[in-house]
């Protein structure tokens, strides 16, 4: 048993950046991937982004990263597996950004453009809070 921990969210301005950070305990990052997902009042929960180990990502000819589109050119995933953390650089955001932002965590199996649905991952962190507003 692991645990997810997001740390990072915060109250910006549109046009705005923010990094958040996604503690991954016990979920190797070379065997877990490790999503970003987000839920804004009276919507879904969505996926953002998800990233898994390019070694082996490339094993199952596969990418590393996917990225939703509303979030492309805007949002970079990255991941230090020295720490086992996730970071989410969000950079340009908009009011429409304005989420609790959750990390999640899987086994790995390949297609990870699959990787943004959230009933495939069964461990989650608590949130973090992102208000994007002038």
């Known amino acids: 048993q692991g645990q997810l921990v997001e740390s990072g969210g915060a109250l910006v301005q549109p046009g705005g950046s923010l990094r958040l950070s996604c503690e991954a305990s016990g979920f190797p990052l070379n065997d877990y991937v490790i999503g970003w997902f987000r839920q804004a009042p009276g919507k879904e929960r969505e996926g953002v982004s998800s990233i898994i180990d390019s070694g082996l990502s490339t094993t199952y000819n596969d990418v590393s990263t996917v990225y939703a589109d509303s979030v492309k050119g805007r949002f970079t995933i990255s991941a230090d597996s020295a720490t086992n953390t996730v970071y989410l650089q969000m950079n340009d955001l908009r009011p429409e950004d304005t989420a609790v932002y959750y990390c999640?965590?899987?086994?790995?199996?390949?297609?990870?453009?699959?990787?943004?649905?959230?009933?495939?991952?069964?461990?989650w962190g608590r949130g973090t809070q992102v208000t994007v507003s002038s």
């Open positions: 999640a965590a899987v086994k790995y199996y390949g297609l990870l453009h699959l990787y943004l649905r959230p009933t495939r991952f069964g461990y």
